[in-house]
Structure formats: structure tokens, C-alpha cells
């Protein structure tokens, strides 16, 4: 071992030089946690629906090792902004946002923005505002294979009537609406006319009540398609109460696959419901931001409003045992 009054002056220089390359800036820093950080903004936790969501996206991030961090909008337009803008400002890498108000989604895409996070936003609607893409579900498409059954079915009960009826959610669900559009327009192609086409405002009450007004006016109405399961099934009670069934004398269709539609269908209280796919919409979600993140090229289904569609099903008594 050398003393310290022993050592060599040559080798002092050595480690002054040492010394003071600790302290220069080519030395490698600590290793930083690259980790990606993404923020999920949910619609509403309470709502089975937006569990699936948050299931599916966050199975997806923590797969590809990514932290997820999630906000509960509960409803509230307020806590959207506010909630949204937190996780901006905590530092993700991506947000993703199902909105609760789609028109109030400026002030947090521009926030994004000016951080240089992408944003992905998933089902509800957009607001216009400059999102780096969005995942809906085919809407128009799950309308066509609506019509497609009914149009089978009717035949099948041996109904003659050519007449069918349409029930609308509220007119601001731009993205349902093309529900009702894609219905129309495949049963129309199939030798029907829509006789009625209201809006029960997406609640089992006004569901129930358009459906009354339409068996008053048109008695003769084969089947009818609700833009949504709680009017769908409300519309099925109403044509019930009316004295006649659902699936044979009046082909009742919904939308979500929603737990009271099953069940619905499975006892004989609604024919078919068409079944979005929350937990594959969430993966989808985190696949896309992946891409944002790594600035690839998206595809788009409709690129001028940079949506991409996730598929949906025919759900019947068939198979309405499928449905988890």
C-alpha cells in the first residue's frame, strides 16, 4: 500500500486529472427512467361500460411496461378539464381521454400540445379540436347488420308489413347517430320503409314513451331499432305491455350489448342487440398512442377526422351466453 508522503508525483497528476474529469460534463449521468407515462381520462368509473375501458387500456400499457395513471371525470365537465390538465401537467408521455363533454376538449389538447403530448381519444366525440386520432366503434356498420337481422327475422315471424320504426339518442350523439343512418339505409336497401324516426334521448323512459307514440300512429310497424340497450329494452316493454312480442310480432334490436339487454334476450324480451367492444376499444387506444409517441404514420378508417373504427357484433339468443 503506498503511504501518502510516498507517492509518486507522476501519479498524484494522474489522479488530479482523474479528479477533475469527475466533474466535467461528458461524464454519463445517472441512468434516466425512460419509462412512458400515460395518463387514461375516464368518462365515468361508475359505468360498466367505461370498466371495460379502463380494463382494456390499462392491461395494454402495463404490457408494454408503460406506468398508467387514470382520472375519473365522474360526469362532470369540470372535473374533465381540471382532471385531464393534471395528468399534462404530472408529465405523461400520452394522453388518452374518453370525454364527458367533447366540446370542452380545447383548453386540454392545447395543453397537450403545448407540451408535445399526443392525445388519443376514445369514444364519445372529438369537439373539432385538433386530437391526434380517435377510436369509435362502427357505428354505421353495427346499424347495417341491425337491419340485416330484422329484415330476416321478419320474414321469418311471416310478417307482411313493410313498415319499421327508428328511435334516436340525443341529437348532440353525433357518433350514435350513425347508428340510426346505417339502419336506415340497409333497411331500406332490403324493401323497407322507417315510418317513424324519433329521439328517446338515450333514456329508457323516452324510450318507452316514443314507442307508445308509435304503436298509436303505426300499428303495423314489424320491427324497430333503438340507438341504444336502455331504449331498446324500454321499447320492448312498451310493445309488451301493448300485447304483443318483441322478438315475434315486433323485432326489437339495441345497442351496447349492456346487461339488460342480455338478459333481456335471453328470456324472450328483445330479439338482438349490436355489441360494442369497450375492452378492445381501450387496447386499441394504447396501440395508437404507442404510435404517436414513436411520430409512426397512423392508418385511419376516416382519415379526415382521424377516426379509427373498432368492429362490433350481432348479439342474439344465440350467442348472448358469449357476452362477458
Known amino acids: 500500500m503506498f503511504k501518502k508522503g510516498l507517492l509518486p508525483f507522476a501519479l498524484v497528476g494522474v489522479l488530479v486529472l482523474a479528479g477533475c474529469s469527475d ?32 380494463a382494456g387500456t390499462r392491461a395494454a400499457a402495463t404490457a408494454k411496461g408503460w406506468e398508467f395513471k387514470l382520472h375519473d371525470e365522474k360526469s362532470d365537465e369540470n372535473e374533465m378539464v381540471t382532471g385531464a390538465q393534471a395528468l399534462i401537467d404530472q408529465g405523461v408521455d400520452v394522453l388518452i381521454i374518453s370525454p364527458f363533454k367533447p366540446s370542452a376538449l380545447g383548453p386540454i389538447i392545447a395543453k397537450a400540445k403545448a407540451k408535445g403530448v399526443p392525445v388519443i381519444v376514445d369514444d364519445i366525440g372529438g369537439g373539432g379540436a385538433p386530437y391526434d386520432a380517435i377510436v369509435i366503434s362502427d357505428n354505421a356498420g353495427g346499424g347495417k347488420l341491425a337491419a340485416e337481422y330484422m329484415a330476416k327475422q321478419i320474414a321469418a315471424n311471416g310478417k307482411t308489413s313493410k313498415n319499421v320504426a327508428s328511435i334516436t339518442c340525443e341529437p348532440s350523439a353525433v357518433y350514435a347517430a350513425r347508428r340510426n343512418a346505417g339502419f336506415k339505409e340497409a333497411i331500406e336497401k332490403a324493401g323497407f320503409k322507417v315510418v317513424a324516426e324519433l329521439s328517446g334521448n338515450s333514456k329508457a323512459e323516452e324510450g318507452y314513451k316514443v314507442m307508445k307514440d308509435i304503436l298509436a300512429k303505426n300499428p303495423d310497424v314489424a320491427g324497430v331499432f333503438s340507438c341504444n340497450d336502455p331504449m331498446g329494452v324500454a321499447a320492448a316493454n312498451a310493445i309488451k305491455d301493448a300485447g304483443k312480442n318483441p322478438v315475434t310480432d315486433i323485432v326489437s334490436v339495441g345497442f351496447n350489448a349492456d346487461p339488460e339487454a342480455i338478459t333481456a334476450i335471453k328470456a324472450g324480451g328483445l330479439a338482438a342487440t349490436v355489441a360494442q367492444d369497450p375492452k378492445a376499444m381501450g387496447e386499441l387506444t394504447v396501440t395508437l398512442a404507442e404510435q404517436a409517441v414513436k411520430k409512426q404514420t397512423i392508418t385511419f378508417d376516416n382519415a379526415a377526422e382521424r377516426e379509427v373504427y373498432n368492429p362490433v357484433a350481432l348479439i342474439t339468443k344465440e350467442n348472448a351466453d358469449s357476452v362477458k
Not at 466535467?24 to 375501458?53: R, W
Open 23 to 54: 466533474s466535467n460534463a461528458t461524464t454519463p449521468e445517472a441512468p434516466k427512467d425512460d419509462k412512458i407515462v400515460v395518463g387514461f381520462s375516464v368518462y365515468d368509473m361508475q359505468y360498466e361500460f367505461f370498466q371495460k375501458m379502463e
